[in-house]
């Protein structure tokens, strides 16, 4: 863990107070790369952006991006950058194994991964720093479950091993996985160790499944045909590294905003109800990381209201704006965080794309926010967010240290 790059200036702003380009009609903009775009903010246009089949995410690296792009998604074998026939397949694939009676016999022991979390941090007494304690372990114990990575053997994975391999998986630009000095080789050699463990462990489950993740991933593969192996084993380690990277980035962003900001409403979520609407609020209105735009490219002309985008052009999508749009979303974010989104959040993409751990994420913000609300309604942060240091190096942001009281 200690190889996190933690920065320790106090101009970084919280995720949560980025700001955003006001949703307008499409217009040109320019990429951070120079790249000429057509920026969508809209809420109602980038909902069809996202669901119009003449929008691709193929082939991007022809024509730019919104700049440095991480090895998950500047890969052409992620299922983020295919599209068409080979991009059903493989989706499909996925959807078999996440099954609505898959997911709904996950739930409980993901209560219970939390509820062990918290305990562990009740009976370790304050002070504590929620980055380690809490908001880095639920994730880890939920991912390494649903994998089947928490035995013994060769199929364990330790946390710093996965974050390590995280790290290198979501870096962007020169930072090398937000490790100080680290080398391109260094880097190579990581995702290279990172991919090989994959490999090792979608072959073993080939030869001896069980009812783990990986291996109702292989099984529906197999079943399926036509899923290149190289796709396969990208699959599951993206939803191995990015998936536990996500959810830490996003419980640790939430409980930034909810304790540092709305003190007051962080003993209401032990009601679960309200836990749940506030869960889902926050996805909305916190991003990840700081990136504005998600980046496509259109293969034919498209109308978008009054604007017609040629062919061929680059359209940058921000999320961020459209699920601020106030035409849709007038309350905010301060709002009462336990009412219920005027529409359906953004946060996840849509259409094709649509994230296929929205669920996770929901399913352990929600746990998370309710159990630890619950046993520690005193809960409060010792340092100001001003004064925060946050984790770079990544896809993500978070806080490097959230220091409390209870």
Same mark, same amino acid.
């Given at each position: 863990?200690?190889?996190?790059?933690?920065?320790?200036?106090?101009?970084?702003?919280?995720?949560?107070?980025?700001?955003?380009?006001?949703?307008?009609?499409?217009?040109?903009?320019?990429?951070?790369?120079?790249?000429?775009?057509?920026?969508?903010?809209?809420?109602?246009?980038?909902?069809?952006?996202?669901?119009?089949?003449?929008?691709?995410?193929?082939?991007?690296?022809?024509?730019?991006?919104?700049?440095?792009?991480?090895?998950?998604?500047?890969?052409?074998?992620?299922?983020?950058?295919?599209?068409?026939?080979?991009?059903? $397949?493989?989706?499909?694939?996925?959807?078999?194994?996440?099954?609505? $009676?898959?997911?709904?016999?996950?739930?409980?022991?993901?209560?219970?991964?939390?509820?062990?979390?918290?305990?562990?941090?009740?009976?370790?007494?304050?002070?504590?720093?929620?980055?380690?304690?809490?908001?880095?372990?639920?994730?880890?114990?939920?991912?390494?479950?649903?994998?089947?990575?928490?035995?013994?053997?060769?199929?364990?994975?330790?946390?710093?091993?996965?974050?390590?391999?995280?790290?290198?998986?979501?870096?962007?630009?020169?930072?090398?996985?937000?490790?100080?000095?680290?080398?391109?080789?260094?880097?190579?050699?990581?995702?290279?160790?990172?991919?090989?463990?994959?490999?090792?462990?979608?072959?073993?489950?080939?030869?001896?499944?069980?009812?783990?993740?990986?291996?109702?991933?292989?099984?529906?593969?197999?079943?399926?045909?036509?899923?290149?192996?190289?796709?396969?084993?990208?699959?599951?380690?993206?939803?191995?590294?990015?998936?536990?990277?996500?959810?830490?980035?996003?419980?640790?962003?939430?409980?930034?905003?909810?304790?540092?900001?709305?003190?007051?409403?962080?003993?209401?979520?032990?009601?679960?109800?309200?836990?749940?609407?506030?869960?889902? $609020?926050?996805?909305?209105?916190?991003?990840?990381?700081?990136?504005?735009?998600?980046?496509?490219?259109?293969?034919?002309?498209?109308?978008?209201?009054?604007?017609?985008?040629?062919?061929?052009?680059?359209?940058?999508?921000?999320?961020?704006?459209?699920?601020?749009?106030?035409?849709?979303?007038?309350?905010?974010?301060?709002?009462?965080?336990?009412?219920?989104?005027?529409?359906?959040?953004?946060?996840?993409?849509?259409?094709?794309?649509?994230?296929?751990?929205?669920?996770?994420?929901?399913?352990?913000?929600?746990?998370?926010?309710?159990?630890?609300?619950?046993?520690?309604?005193?809960?409060?942060?010792?340092?100001?967010?001003?004064?925060?240091?946050?984790?770079?190096?990544?896809?993500?942001?978070?806080?490097?240290?959230?220091?409390?009281?209870?």
């Amino acid at each position: 863990m200690d190889s996190v790059a933690a920065d320790t200036r106090t101009t970084l702003p919280p995720l949560h107070r980025l700001p955003l380009t006001p949703a307008q009609p499409p217009h040109p903009t320019t990429l951070p790369d120079g790249t000429p775009a057509w920026l969508i903010t809209r809420y109602h246009d980038v909902r069809q952006v996202l669901g119009d089949p003449r929008v691709t995410r193929a082939d991007l690296h022809d024509v730019g991006t919104a700049g440095a792009t991480a090895d998950v998604a500047a890969n052409p074998a992620s299922l983020f950058n295919q599209d068409g026939p080979a991009h059903r $397949r493989l989706r499909g694939t996925v959807q078999r194994a996440f099954t609505p $009676r898959a997911i709904a016999g996950w739930q409980p022991w993901v209560a219970a991964a939390v509820q062990q979390s918290v305990d562990r941090l009740v009976a370790a007494g304050p002070p504590a720093d929620l980055v380690p304690a809490f908001a880095r372990p639920v994730p880890f114990a939920v991912t390494t479950r649903l994998m089947g990575l928490d035995g013994d053997g060769p199929d364990h994975l330790d946390e710093e091993r996965l974050h390590r391999w995280t790290l290198a998986l979501l870096a962007q630009g020169d930072a090398q996985g937000g490790e100080p000095g680290a080398s391109d080789g260094q880097h190579d050699d990581t995702l290279a160790e990172f991919g090989a463990f994959m490999g090792e462990l979608v072959a073993r489950r080939r030869r001896d499944p069980g009812d783990d993740l990986v291996s109702r991933l292989v099984r529906a593969a197999d079943q399926d045909g036509g899923v290149p192996e190289e796709s396969l084993v990208f699959l599951v380690a993206g939803l191995t590294a990015s998936g536990n990277e996500s959810v830490a980035g996003a419980l640790a962003n939430a409980l930034v905003y909810v304790l540092g900001e709305r003190p007051e409403h962080w003993p209401r979520l032990a009601d679960p109800a309200v836990a749940e609407r506030t869960a889902e $609020r926050l996805l909305h209105y916190i991003p990840l990381g700081d990136d504005e735009a998600t980046i496509r490219r259109t293969t034919a002309p498209i109308e978008i209201g009054d604007v017609t985008i040629p062919a061929g052009s680059v359209v940058a999508v921000s999320l961020g704006s459209a699920n601020r749009d106030p035409a849709v979303h007038p309350e905010g974010l301060d709002a009462d965080l336990g009412l219920p989104l005027a529409a359906p959040t953004l946060a996840f993409s849509a259409g094709p794309h649509y994230c296929i751990g929205a669920w996770r994420v929901r399913l352990e913000m929600r746990e998370s926010l309710h159990r630890l609300a619950t046993a520690l309604p005193g809960l409060r942060l010792t340092v100001p967010v001003a004064e925060l240091a946050w984790q770079l190096g990544g896809t993500t942001r978070s806080p490097a240290r959230l220091p409390v009281e209870w």
